[in-house]
């Protein structure tokens, strides 16, 4: 222990921070309480930690500042112009193309090219679950939970490609705080039998307005998750990248939790950013109104990004194109694609510059008190950031905007509520496999507006495999 005390005592004091060290010569606290703290402590980046907060702090002062009616060349942000296509379009040529972006990324998938990325450490708190929200169940007949769908399309998918059971691995970022939950839940389901590889987010200590740690007990350190765009850090640190670079992986569609009708892997976007030849791709959902509240695709200075809705003035917010649709309309759903070059090489030599601040109420330790105290007012800094910060480093990034119907049900309120909730989800799914059944030629009767159908994901990945059911009379609630 002394050599690693030498070490953080002499870290700490370059890096201003010797404060944090205060306890450790203190007799009433035992040595594995201080090995514990010691080696926590030697994983935090103090070295960079100034510059974090310098450059956080720095874009919380350019946001106050900020007139979206009057900003430089450099800020101007005007509607994203790279590549973009719709699955939504009834035009021939458009669809064909998308057939054939399809099965560019099946090969891909043939190949064992495709990996799929699982953000995956938020909790059910707002859903009154106790447990990591990918565990929970949205009250389908099968009672499978969101990890479970998600887990069953990559398995189909990849009997779809040919491949087996295993042709796709599924990375699964956790939190700290439900790493353990979460791994022991896929093991006692012998991880629904497909390779899954799993690893936490990172955390980062919170700081005072001056750049100081914040002691939450003589032995800790208060520290938060660093944002969903930990997973670029997380990945560095736990060896992702270079595990998908041995197998081979070259192309990555992450997405998030708490959407029932994700698909993972999915190859007609994957396969359109491959044949569009992008370095990052995001899969997006056209606004339905100006008023609603959610980041869109745009460029910022010739660069794509995602600007919050606040961020874009009302005008911005109702011009529409010459097609009537939105013309800041590509809403951001947390579904993305990335080559591994990208993360790699332009991703990972760029991480420093990407935090954000959040101003929060942090407890602390009182010394004279000898007690943590939990303050009434904001007191600290959390460095945060998000997963679509590395979108102005790419250099050509693909748009697909898919049918919200197909694709979308979010799972983030509680139940009851009108809108984003177990219940909206559940009627989606219900509504997707009784369209299913309706283009595979079966007649629906019984209770059709059931949100009880159910077509399991190892039945059909996309709606694929159902011709037995043409012809067929089918009562609701159904289960396929």
């Given at each position: 222990?002394?050599?690693?005390?030498?070490?953080?005592?002499?870290?700490?004091?370059?890096?201003?921070?010797?404060?944090?060290?205060?306890?450790?010569?203190?007799?009433?606290?035992?040595?594995?309480?201080?090995?514990?703290?010691?080696?926590?402590?030697?994983?935090?980046?103090?070295?960079?930690?100034?510059?974090?907060?310098?450059?956080?702090?720095?874009?919380?002062?350019?946001?106050?500042?900020?007139?979206?009616?009057?900003?430089?060349?450099?800020?101007?942000?005007?509607?994203?112009?790279?590549?973009?296509?719709?699955?939504?379009?009834?035009?021939?040529?458009?669809?064909?193309?998308?057939?054939?972006?399809?099965?560019?990324?099946?090969?891909?998938?043939?190949?064992?090219?495709?990996?799929?990325?699982?953000?995956?450490?938020?909790?059910?708190?707002?859903?009154?679950?106790?447990?990591?929200?990918?565990?929970?169940?949205?009250?389908?007949?099968?009672?499978?939970?969101?990890?479970?769908?998600?887990?069953?399309?990559?398995?189909?998918?990849?009997?779809?490609?040919?491949?087996?059971?295993?042709?796709?691995?599924?990375?699964?970022?956790?939190s700290p705080l439900n790493h353990k939950v979460t791994t022991e839940y896929f093991a006692k389901h012998d991880n629904f039998g497909i390779d899954v590889i799993f690893f936490p987010q990172g955390t980062l200590p919170a700081l005072t307005p001056e750049g100081k740690m914040i002691l939450e007990t003589p032995t800790s350190l208060a520290v938060?998750?660093?944002?969903?765009?930990?997973?670029?850090?997380?990945?560095?640190?736990?060896?992702?990248?270079?595990?998908?670079?041995?197998?081979?992986?070259?192309?990555?569609?992450?997405?998030?939790?708490?959407?029932?009708?994700?698909?993972?892997?999915?190859?007609?976007?994957?396969?359109?950013?491959?044949?569009?030849?992008?370095?990052?791709?995001?899969?997006?959902?056209?606004?339905?109104?100006?008023?609603?509240?959610?980041?869109?695709?745009?460029?910022?200075?010739?660069?794509?990004?995602?600007?919050?809705?606040?961020?874009?003035?009302?005008?911005?917010?109702?011009?529409?194109?010459?097609?009537?649709?939105?013309?800041?309309?590509?809403?951001?759903?947390?579904?993305?694609?990335?080559?591994?070059?990208?993360?790699?090489?332009?991703?990972?030599?760029?991480?420093?510059?990407?935090?954000?601040?959040?101003?929060?109420?942090?407890?602390?330790?009182?010394?004279?008190?000898?007690?943590?105290?939990?303050?009434?007012?904001?007191?600290?800094?959390?460095?945060?950031?998000?997963?679509?910060?590395?979108?102005?480093?790419?250099?050509?990034?693909?748009?697909?905007?898919?049918?919200?119907?197909?694709?979308?049900?979010?799972?983030?309120?509680?139940?009851?509520?009108?809108?984003?909730?177990?219940?909206?989800?559940?009627?989606?799914?219900?509504?997707?496999?009784?369209?299913?059944?309706?283009?595979?030629?079966?007649?629906?009767?019984?209770?059709?507006?059931?949100?009880?159908?159910?077509?399991?994901?190892?039945?059909?990945?996309?709606?694929?495999?159902?011709?037995?059911?043409?012809?067929?009379?089918?009562?609701?609630?159904?289960?396929?």
């Open positions: 222990m002394e050599d690693l005390l030498a070490s953080v005592t002499k870290r700490c004091e370059a890096a201003g921070q010797s404060h944090i060290l205060a306890h450790v010569s203190d007799a009433t606290i035992s040595q594995e309480d201080k090995l514990s703290f010691l080696k926590s402590v030697d994983e935090i980046p103090l070295e960079k930690l100034s510059d974090f907060l310098k450059s956080a702090l720095d874009e919380e002062e350019k946001l106050k500042n900020f007139d979206p009616a009057n900003v430089s060349a450099e800020e101007q942000i005007e509607p994203f112009s790279g590549m973009s296509a719709t699955t939504t379009t009834t035009d021939a040529a458009q669809l064909e193309s998308l057939h054939k972006s399809h099965e560019v990324g099946m090969k891909a998938v043939q190949n064992g090219q495709v990996a799929a990325l699982l953000l995956a450490g938020g909790q059910g708190t707002r859903l009154g679950f106790d447990g990591p929200k990918g565990m929970y169940d949205i009250g389908l007949p099968s009672g499978k939970t969101l990890f479970e769908f998600m887990a069953e399309r990559i398995k189909k998918l990849g009997q779809l490609s040919g491949k087996g059971d295993n042709a796709i691995p599924f990375y699964i970022m956790t938060a998750p660093d944002g969903n765009g930990g997973i670029y850090p997380a990945m560095v640190k736990h060896g992702i990248i270079s595990d998908m670079k041995a197998r081979g992986i070259k192309y990555i569609h992450a997405f998030g939790v708490d959407n029932a009708l994700v698909k993972p892997a999915d190859p007609t976007f994957v396969g359109y950013c491959i044949s569009s030849n992008a370095d990052c791709g995001n899969k997006v959902l056209w606004k339905t109104s100006p008023g609603e509240k959610v980041g869109v695709v745009a460029s910022k200075g010739g660069k794509p990004c995602i600007v919050e809705y606040s961020d874009i003035s009302k005008e911005m917010s109702e011009r529409r194109g010459e097609d009537g649709r939105l013309v800041f309309g590509a809403g951001n759903i947390c579904n993305h694609f990335y080559t591994i070059d990208f993360l790699e090489n332009v991703v990972v030599p760029n991480l420093g510059n990407m935090y954000h601040v959040a101003r929060k109420k942090i407890p602390h330790y009182d010394a004279e008190k000898k007690e943590t105290v939990k303050p009434t007012a904001n007191n600290g800094i959390k460095l945060e950031s998000f997963i679509f910060d590395v979108f102005p480093l790419s250099v050509k990034m693909a748009v697909l905007d898919v049918e919200r119907k197909d694709e979308f049900a979010p799972v983030k309120n509680p139940p009851g509520t009108d809108s984003d909730s177990p219940d909206t989800a559940r009627m989606l799914f219900s509504n997707v496999a009784k369209d299913w059944l309706t283009k595979a030629g079966a007649t629906l009767v019984g209770d059709t507006k059931s949100d009880l159908c159910e077509v399991h994901p190892l039945t059909s990945y996309n709606g694929e495999g159902l011709d037995q059911w043409k012809g067929k009379t089918v009562n609701c609630p159904f289960t396929v």
